[in-house]
């Protein structure tokens, strides 16, 4: 009997434990965002948690918020099952870190003051940039949420053994209405509490597993690969490159499409942004990325143990028959290295290591909620619909009441996408981002001349290709791994479109200033450029 089966008659055997923990994880993080509510009292709290939380609470923040369901399900599934190119996720996700570093962290924080479309702003017309900023930051956030409602689904329905369709679409439900409670309730004070109890519990979670498998092997790492490649039913292949990416010119041009998407769409991402308004200085957010590229590099290092030992003590074909991406091979590995799929031991470490995983999602999840409610409220509300007179708990308001609609969108989509490999999906938000956000963001810091139409160009210009090239690409049509396998009308070849949309977002952007009759102001690109470079006058 495959795995997955026993796993779903263990997880039958031992549901009131299982049922018990995932009680005590969700119930534990709601009663730290009821707290955390209880102390916002005005929009500074509800948006950047009161600026009150050290470089390394909000590098934990930070670290919670970016390890998410793709890089603990999806990478492990992505290295148990196409070995050395599979763990290029975990070096793309990592290196990102010091494009946000070197490039955005310190003058963001300084020049915004509580979402991206405050940067683009300053020296732009308001009106028609908040409007870009606000669309763009919702479609990447919806992407990046289809991840984690995927992930959430299959997460759930292998612990409790759930195989009927509509029970796995309920699973879908239950997650979104979780994360419009978490962000309604608490705001980003409660956000950045949870995010920092699951990067905690995650790094722990995945210490464990990696010291078991290794111990497996006498920690000897070769014999684990050794095994992993024997298992894995191609040979020494698993361990080399070109497995996946390798196999003809549009597969190698594939992995470049990605590997520009994951280095240079982390410093856009809408929910990585606004983490460093929660911080008071530039110095703290400085700091923050420190400590978060700390923290997320050593995870990443440890994916290597969760891919490989799920290769090599599950096997090729027990990972598929479970999941087709391959997003739960780390669970059922927790399952096998506990003593198996008929143990308590086994039915244990899958319960922990799943509610660990599962209060991964939530956190993110509530993350990526607050991120575009909050670019709703501030930017599209606030100041396009209400013209800068809305007051602070009218605001609120409409930002709780965007989480309902934002969550009601990525539950409808997260349907469709339940059976697709969570890190392929995050990589599609990553080239949106990168492709949308990254070149407005660099132009308006560092680039005198750049004009509003240009800003618009960038944005529209890099959001519409991006987005219309995913549709037409494998993801989501004619492979048995697309979201819609029954169909065909790709035509575009690549799974990731960076390639193609991050130039064109730079080019655009370039090429609507030149073109544009508008003079930039001056002065405002002086005051943005001392205020990004020392702090001085930010909020």
């Known amino acids: 009997m495959s795995p997955h089966l026993l796993a779903a008659e263990s997880a039958s055997d031992n549901r009131p434990l299982i049922i018990t923990l995932f009680a005590v994880f969700v119930l534990a993080t709601l009663a730290i965002t009821v707290w955390a509510g209880r102390q916002t009292k005005d929009a500074t709290d509800f948006y950047a948690g009161g600026r009150q939380f050290t470089g390394f609470q909000n590098g934990l923040a930070i670290s919670g918020d970016y390890m998410s369901a793709a890089s603990f399900l999806g990478i492990a599934g992505a290295i148990a ?161 070109g497995l996946k990416y390798g196999l003809n010119a549009t597969t190698k041009l594939d992995f470049i499409s990605l590997g520009i998407a994951l280095v240079l769409g982390t410093a856009g991402l809408p929910h990585i942004l606004i983490r460093f308004y929660t911080v008071p200085t530039a110095r703290a957010a400085r700091n923050s990325v420190n400590w978060a590229i700390g923290i997320i590099g050593l995870f990443y290092l440890m994916t290597i143990a969760l891919g490989f030992g799920a290769a090599a003590l599950l096997g090729h074909d027990d990972i598929i028959a479970s999941n087709k991406s391959g997003n739960t091979a780390a669970p059922l590995l927790a399952e096998e290295i506990g003593g198996g799929p008929d143990s308590t031991g086994g039915a244990i470490l899958l319960a922990v290591i799943s509610a660990v995983a599962f209060a991964t999602i939530l956190a993110v999840v509530a993350g990526l909620t607050l991120a575009s409610s909050s670019s709703f409220a501030h930017d599209l509300y606030a100041n396009v619909i209400r013209k800068g007179k809305a007051t602070q708990k009218e605001e609120i308001s409409a930002a709780r009441w965007a989480t309902v609609g934002i969550g009601t969108v990525a539950v409808v989509l997260g349907v469709f996408a339940r059976d697709l490999n969570v890190a392929g999906l995050v990589a599609l938000a990553f080239a949106v981002a990168a492709s949308a956000n990254l070149p407005t963001i660099l132009y308006s810091l560092f680039w005198k001349r750049f004009t509003t139409q240009g800003a618009l160009w960038s944005i529209y210009g890099g959001l519409i290709s991006s987005v219309f090239l995913v549709l037409f690409s494998p993801v989501v049509s004619g492979k048995e791994t697309s979201m819609f396998p029954d169909v065909d009308f790709h035509w575009f070849p690549l799974e990731n479109p960076g390639l193609i949309s991050i130039p064109l977002g730079f080019l655009l952007g370039w090429l609507g200033t030149l073109v544009s009759k508008e003079q930039p102001d001056k002065e405002k690109y002086a005051e943005l450029e001392v205020r990004s470079l020392t702090g001085h006058g930010a909020h």
């Open 81 to 241: 099952l196409s070995g050395y190119d599979g763990f290029l996720y975990s070096i793309g996700f990592l290196v990102a870190w010091l494009v946000a570093l070197l490039l955005v962290a310190e003058p963001l924080r300084n020049s915004g003051r509580y979402t991206m479309g405050d940067v683009l702003a300053y020296r732009m017309r308001q009106r028609p940039v908040r409007t870009a900023a606000g669309v763009s930051t919702i479609v990447v956030s919806i992407f990046y949420l289809l991840a984690q409602m995927a992930g959430a689904g299959v997460l759930v329905s292998l612990l409790l053994g759930i195989t009927s369709e509509a029970g796995k679409i309920l699973i879908v439900v239950l997650v979104g209405v979780v994360m419009i409670l978490y962000v309604t309730i608490g705001g980003m004070k409660g956000t950045t509490w949870v995010q920092m109890v699951k990067a905690v519990l995650l790094i722990a979670g995945t210490l464990l597993i990696t010291f078991l498998v290794l111990l497996k092997f006498n920690f000897n790492i070769s014999d684990l690969l050794g095994e992993a490649a024997k298992n894995s039913g191609m040979g020494e292949a698993f361990l080399e490159p």
